[in-house]
C-alpha cells in the first residue's frame, strides 16, 4: 500500500484544466512545506514538476501548479495539451528516518 | 550538465545479492546540502523510495527494506553504490538513482531494469 493517496486516473480535454489530489497525514504532507511532484511519460525517467509545494524548477511550464490544503496536496495543470498525458506522482518528507514517501500515481488522460 | 547513470547486472538469480552504481558528473556528492537517493518501479506500478545517502555520509534507508540495504559513495569517482541482499521475483524493477536537493529528486537517470528469474 503506497502511503500517499493518489487517484488512479483522471481526465481532461485540451484546453481544460484539471486537478490531481495527494492526500496523506499531519505526520507528512500536512506537517511539512516539503512535496514534490513528478512527470513520468512511457519509458521515462520521472522528471520534477513541482518542489517545496508549490514551487517550479526553471524550466518547468507556469501551467503546472501547487498547492496544499491540511493533508492533501494538489497538482493543477491548466490550459491542458496532449504532451502532458502522463503519469504523475507526488512525493513528500515524512519524518527525520523516512525520509521520502511516494504517492501511488495519477495518470493522465488527454482526451 | 548534470547526469547520472545506473549501471548493474542484467538479471540476478533469486537468494543473490544485486549490486547497482550511480555514476554522476556536473555536481559534487561533497557539497554540502547534496544527496543521491535510489528509488525503484516494479513494471507497471508506483515509485518507491529505497535509500539517500548525504553529503556528510549520513545515510537513510526505507523501513521496510532496511534489513536489505546498504548504500555508500565514492566522491573520488562520483559513484555511489546500492547493494540489496536476498533478491527475490517481486524485486524485479526498474531501478533509478537521482540528486537530490532539499526536498525533492531534481535529476534523474534513465534507470536500468533489474530482472530476478532463475
Known amino acids: 500500500q503506497s502511503a500517499l493517496t493518489q487517484p488512479a486516473s483522471v481526465s481532461g480535454s485540451p484546453g481544460q484544466s484539471i486537478t490531481i489530489s495527494c492526500t496523506g497525514t499531519s505526520s507528512d504532507v500536512g506537517a511539512y512545506n516539503f512535496v514534490s511532484w513528478y512527470q513520468q511519460h512511457p519509458g521515462k525517467a520521472p522528471k520534477l514538476m513541482i518542489y517545496?509545494?508549490?514551487h517550479r524548477p526553471s524550466g518547468v511550464s507556469n501551467r503546472f501548479s501547487g498547492s496544499r490544503s491540511g493533508n492533501t496536496a494538489s497538482l493543477t495543470i491548466s490550459g491542458l495539451q496532449a504532451e502532458d498525458e502522463a503519469d504523475y506522482y507526488c512525493s513528500s518528507y515524512r519524518s527525520s528516518t523516512t525520509r521520502v514517501v511516494f504517492g501511488g500515481g495519477t495518470t493522465l488522460t488527454v482526451l | 550538465q548534470i547526469t547520472l547513470k545506473e549501471s548493474g547486472p542484467m538479471v540476478v538469480k533469486p537468494t543473490q545479492t544485486l549490486t547497482l552504481t550511480c555514476t554522476f558528473s556536473g555536481f559534487s556528492l561533497s557539497t554540502s546540502g547534496v544527496a543521491v537517493g535510489w528509488i525503484r518501479q516494479p513494471p507497471g506500478k508506483a515509485l518507491e523510495w529505497l535509500a539517500l545517502?548525504?553529503?556528510?555520509?549520513?545515510?537513510y534507508y526505507s523501513p521496510s527494506l532496511e534489513s536489505r540495504l546498504t548504500i555508500t559513495s565514492d566522491t573520488s569517482k562520483n559513484q555511489v553504490v546500492l547493494t540489496m541482499t536476498n533478491m527475490d521475483p517481486v524485486d524485479t524493477a526498474t531501478y533509478y538513482c537521482?540528486?537530490?536537493?532539499?526536498?525533492?529528486?531534481?535529476?534523474w537517470g534513465q534507470g536500468t531494469l533489474v530482472p530476478v528469474s532463475s
Open positions: 517545496d509545494v508549490s
Open positions: 545517502i548525504y553529503w556528510d555520509d549520513d545515510k
Open positions: 537521482a540528486r537530490r536537493i532539499g526536498s525533492a529528486f531534481d535529476y
